[in-house]
């Protein structure tokens, strides 16, 4: 049986209540945990995080002062410190399907329900230390793969395995710069598969939007649409640029010009010029033909 030691593991305890936020650093201090920054706020989460002081991050869902799961997806999808992997807890108080949801949905490895025992909670650390999900990408989600088997007919998504950082550092000999390697070459593996989700999206919205013109879409739904639209071509950029990517230029053009015409047209769907719908679908039809995919059918 493994020997963990977690004095190297770096913590954030977030939790909004007193008496649980007491009662878990105890608890971490008793397992032995040293490295723990304690607090009530989302603010104090975003910066720690932002700095990469956190191999694992415990927090509450109801903070006054940020949204938790903005802040989770955000780590997952790299815009927050150079780890999207940072291990994460999140506590919850009152479990609706609306409230699980959200938190499976930003990406967090756990979920447990308040009131939480400390042998509940040093058992999860422990499951988690010795084997963590691997993860999916798709359009709108990065994070542990929650799926037990695949529905009859849904596309098969491919799981990545990615750095286990509380196993790496629990288990004594750290040599950070093989974990901050492995962090970087999944990272870089995670960017190529949002960006090939991304575009495929695109393909699957510009149909939609096309499709909008013969009256089967609401105009809140292709308002919808359009910034969906816009959000996944400028993240495709955003990838391409960290990712420094041989064809970046003619890829990154596209997806710009993809951006200045959702949003043109979606300041003005009423009259919606000719010209930018035709630009609209022959763009969707350049982006799949620069990443070499196949388009959606109509």
């Keep these: 049986m493994e020997e963990f030691r977690f004095e190297r593991v770096k913590v954030i305890l977030g939790e909004v209540d007193r008496n649980t936020r007491d009662g878990l650093k105890s608890?971490?201090?008793?397992?032995?945990?040293?490295?723990?920054?304690?607090?009530?706020?989302?603010?104090?989460?975003?910066?720690?995080?932002?700095?990469?002081?956190a191999d694992l991050l415990i927090c509450s869902t109801d903070y006054e002062d940020g949204d938790v799961h903005d802040l989770i997806h955000k780590i997952r999808h790299h815009e927050i410190g150079s780890n999207p992997f940072v291990f994460v807890i999140t506590l919850i108080a009152e479990p609706s399907k609306e409230l699980i949801r959200k938190v499976i949905d930003s990406g967090s490895d756990d979920i447990l329900v308040k009131p939480i025992s400390s042998t509940t909670l040093y058992e999860r650390i422990i499951k988690l230390t010795r084997e963590r999900k691997r993860?999916?990408?798709?359009?709108?989600?990065?994070?542990p793969n929650r799926r037990k088997k695949y529905r009859p007919g849904s596309e098969k998504i491919p799981e990545i395995d990615v750095p286990n950082s509380l196993q790496f550092m629990a288990?004594?000999?750290?040599?950070?710069?093989?974990?901050?390697?492995?962090?970087?070459r999944c990272s870089k593996l995670i960017d190529e598969l949002k960006i090939e989700r991304n575009a495929v999206q695109i393909d699957y919205l510009v149909k939609h939007i096309l499709s909008s013109d013969t009256g089967d879409v609401a105009e809140a739904e292709v308002t919808s649409h359009f910034n969906r639209l816009a959000s996944v071509s400028e993240d495709i950029c955003y990838r391409l640029e960290r990712l420094d990517h041989a064809k970046k230029d003619e890829k990154g053009l596209l997806c710009r010009q993809m951006v200045d015409v959702a949003g043109r047209l979606r300041a003005d769907l009423p009259s919606r010029d000719p010209q930018d719908i035709d630009l609209l679908g022959q763009l969707a039809e350049d982006i799949m033909r620069v990443f070499h995919y196949k388009r959606i059918a109509a």
Excluded: M, P
Aim: proline share 0%.
């Design 27 to 53: 608890a971490l201090y008793h397992y032995g945990f040293r490295n723990v920054v304690i607090t009530d706020k989302a603010s104090v989460i975003n910066e720690t995080a932002s700095n990469d002081e």
């Design 135 to 143: 993860f999916v990408v798709t359009s709108d989600y990065i994070g």
């Design 171 to 184: 288990l004594g000999d750290v040599n950070t710069a093989q974990l901050q390697g492995d962090i970087e």
